[in-house]
């Protein structure tokens, strides 16, 4: 896979909406997916040299998503604040140039905002899966 470039990587909100649209979470610089996967140890006294056996299919799939940037957009700031402040799970939809999107519930498990006297109003965000997620591969 040839280099992307990192702009293309998207944190998308649901407006909630029927039917579904979504909105790119605005200034976002830095955002970080992570896919991760809880094995179940299946290693018995039969197992292969001692080896441990991990059985497939079984164990726990989440997602988490981090995101750093600018506040430019008052609706998706809007958005994000009050699916936190609700305790909502709401459905995103994470874009990975050459891999594909991801689409599912997510809960806000951290919003936080932070600025200096001489620069500019910052916002971080911490999104944990809270269901099953969909995954369609780029073409």
């Known amino acids: 896979m040839a280099g992307q470039k990192g702009r293309d990587v998207l944190i998308r909100i649901s407006d909630g909406a029927e039917p579904e649209s979504f909105n790119t979470v605005a200034g976002v610089r830095t955002s970080t997916f992570e896919l991760n ?76 905002w932070g600025g200096t006297h001489d620069g500019e109003a910052t916002f971080s965000i911490d999104l944990q899966s809270a269901g099953a997620i969909s995954f369609e591969a780029a073409s």
């Open 37 to 112: 996967q809880k094995g179940v140890d299946a290693t018995s006294m039969e197992s292969p040299d001692g080896w441990r056996e991990l059985l497939a299919g079984a164990g726990l799939r989440w997602v988490r998503v981090r995101g750093r940037g600018l506040f430019k957009d008052a609706a998706s700031d809007e958005r994000m604040r009050a699916v936190f402040m609700g305790g909502e799970l709401c459905r995103f939809r994470l874009t990975v140039p050459g891999l594909g999107e991801l689409t599912g519930p997510f809960q806000i498990s951290q919003l936080g």
